[in-house]
């Protein structure tokens, strides 16, 4: 596996007037695929946040709307080549279009988050087994 | 005066594919409103969450969507006929659309909120002290 | 089968500062299952709405809110109890968390949505082969 | 003028159950803030769509979150530096928030977007009575 990949339909709260997919409507699409990857890997942030105090956010992020995608559609949404900090993470992700044929790639992108202490929320450093987990499934996804 | 009026302008945030604003809209620019007629009436809600430990949630609501909205509109939106109980409110609103010659009426709402305690989330009575801005804010209302 | 029922997990994007769902998602939510509900009865509505011309906009909705939903809780959003009209449709919906023992029950609604025809949106007879997977897609859930 | 600033109010809607502001609205903040400077140079997007057959689609974008928005703040929502290409436009965008002491910066953009013909979506060139009030109104904003 070199990328994890999750599924999101598209329904008519995700379009606009444009009759496509509102553009910010695709940070929402990463952000599930980000957290379902966490929970592929052991992480549940609720569980962190009330027991390590550790939450994410996003501090950074690169965009490319290439093409758009429309009500009904079904995507696919990745988590690949994640790099691992001591305070932060960085993810690349794209969104794709399942088709008959195959996929068509309709937004790219590179997001990176930190880890700040809930509450406050100043920056900290991943508490130790939250990193480990996250060195384990960053590796299993560049085999 | 016998209602409170708030501006709202229609963006692409707004819309769906159905070149129309999305039907859960209306309940946030109704929030919207709501929330400027408490501040209008001199309640702050962070304020009073953080030195009263009371928030407001909405527990009932009766919608009618009777006209669309679109892309670029500018719409008003009321509060009237606000009834104060010592746990929970009652709004009456409605959305409508400023013309030329006018408005249009395009939604119309009841909507029941009551004041729980933060964090818990337990129904509690609303403290004295904004409970007498309340009802001279409704009565204000009603002249 | 008395129902139709959609899991749904809720994201960041669907709380507030209230740490709980916030109120006008359920709405999207409910809208998920309806359309998942069409679908599974057969009418995918891009396609009815370029085939046939017809798309369903919601009318009218009472809501009650229960309990909160909060992050990362796994809701079961139902469909049930279904009246169809020659011109509009109405639902009973239920919000549900799936817990341990069962299910909490958080939010019910009463939907109804009208067919109008897609551009102008001027209300129209359900067409005839809708109709028909209406009813028959009613029948099915009452049993 | 060096830059053209749209007050932003942050509601419930904006926030998240961390806290703060959810990361994807500052996408939608900044589409107010450009969609209201263009009608401040002149053009209604409404009115350029449907006379002229062009629409506006975000392409790519490179955002820096600083520090986080709460409920309730005011927000200021620039727009500057605007490059107006003969198919697309790139601006830069800032979200401050309004202190007592002053303004306090909490995002970065730059955007860029693209000129499509409705419907199709396929790349157009700007029709010339929009670029140039485009170009009047980039030149405005950095004198």
Do not use: F, N
């Given at each position: 596996m070199s990328e994890f990949a999750w599924p999101i339909r598209v329904y008519w709260?995700?379009?606009d007037a444009g009759q496509?997919?509102?553009?910010?409507?695709y940070l929402h699409f990463m952000e599930r695929a980000r957290s379902e990857w966490l929970r592929h890997i052991g992480i549940e942030q609720d569980q962190v946040r009330d027991e390590q105090n550790v939450v994410f956010v996003v501090t950074e992020s690169y965009l490319k709307w290439i093409k758009p995608a429309r009500y009904n559609d079904e995507l696919n949404v990745t988590v690949e080549n994640v790099k691992i900090g001591r305070a932060s993470l960085q993810f690349e992700q794209r969104v794709c279009r399942q088709n008959q044929d195959g996929e068509e790639l309709l937004v790219t992108a590179t997001v990176r988050a930190a880890a700040v202490a809930d509450g406050g929320l100043k920056p900290m450093r991943i508490p130790q087994s939250i990193y480990e987990k996250f060195v384990a499934g960053a590796k299993a996804l560049a085999e």
């Open positions: 709260e995700d379009t496509i997919v509102y553009h910010a409507r």
